[in-house]
T-cell receptor, first 115, second 110 residues
Framework: EAGVTQSPTHLIKTRGQQATLRCSPISGHTSVYWYQQALGLGLQFLLWYDEGEERNRGNFPPRFSGRQFPNYSSELNVNALELEDSALYLC??????????????FGPGTRLTVL | QKEVEQDPGPLSVPEGAIVSLNCTYSNSAFQYFMWYRQYSRKGPELLMYTYSSGNKEDGRFTAQVDKSSKYISLFIRDSQPSDSATYLCAMTSNTDKLIFGTGTRLQVFP
């Protein structure tokens, strides 16, 4: 069974540009989570999509947005890039329905570098 | 104050040592506690999970939760070089939002 996939692996942008990151969840998973992992800060929750709807977002500015497509894949868009946006962006997926442990399966991440 | 505190390390131990990794937290609503392992250039993978206070053992790994002290631990017995990774604690009150620690980098040398 294929795991969560993310593309691209690496992305280099300059300040002010826009970045688009993509995620394909495990087959059968309907929830997609996005996290930012910056050096020394751990995983910071960004966005949660379930059944095509945004269910929750973390404490990030509106220039971080995304969407989930009918096939449950997801896209994260970051507008007006700032140097501090340089980080590893991780996508995770989860089976539908309630889950006590909220078990999430992570992809390998997209390394975004903003110059 | 962060909701979850975790010493970033690095923690360097010889092969065969017992490793103790810890997290403290401030939100008493957390009930579900997890440990993830993250190898270099990979995404985190779920290692163990526990509910409320108590111990859980899985092979060489033991997870411990002390809710009265708001303290969780992961013990690794007979550590191996292949255990070298970053270990992240995570917790939730079942609000569909996981709160992660910053991760502790572990190095096990032969």
């Amino acid at each position: 069974e294929a795991g969560v996939t993310q593309s691209p692996t690496h992305l280099i942008k300059t300040r002010g540009q826009q970045a688009t990151l993509r995620c394909s969840p495990i087959s059968g998973h309907t929830s997609v989570y996005w996290y930012q992992q910056a050096l020394g800060l751990g995983l910071q929750f960004l966005l949660w999509y379930d059944e095509g709807e945004e269910r929750n977002r973390g404490n990030f500015p509106p220039r971080f947005s995304g969407r989930q497509f009918p096939n449950y894949s997801s896209e994260l868009n970051v507008n007006a890039l700032e140097l501090e946006d340089s980080a590893l962006y991780l996508c995770a997926s989860k089976l539908p329905g309630p889950s006590r442990y909220n078990e999430q399966f992570f992809g390998p991440g997209t390394r975004l570098t903003v110059l | 104050q962060k909701e979850v505190e975790q010493d970033p390390g690095p923690l360097s131990v010889p092969e065969g040592a017992i490793v103790s990794l810890n997290c403290t937290y401030s939100n008493s609503a957390f009930q579900y506690f997890m440990w993830y392992r993250q190898y270099s250039r990979k995404g985190p993978e779920l290692l163990m999970y526990t509910y409320s206070s108590g111990n859980k053992e899985d092979g060489r790994f033991t997870a411990q939760v002390d809710k009265s002290s708001k303290y969780i631990s992961l013990f690794i017995r007979d550590s191996q070089p292949s255990d070298s990774a970053t270990y992240l604690c995570a917790m939730t009150s079942n609000t569909d939002k996981l709160i992660f620690g910053t991760g502790t980098r572990l190095q096990v040398f032969p």
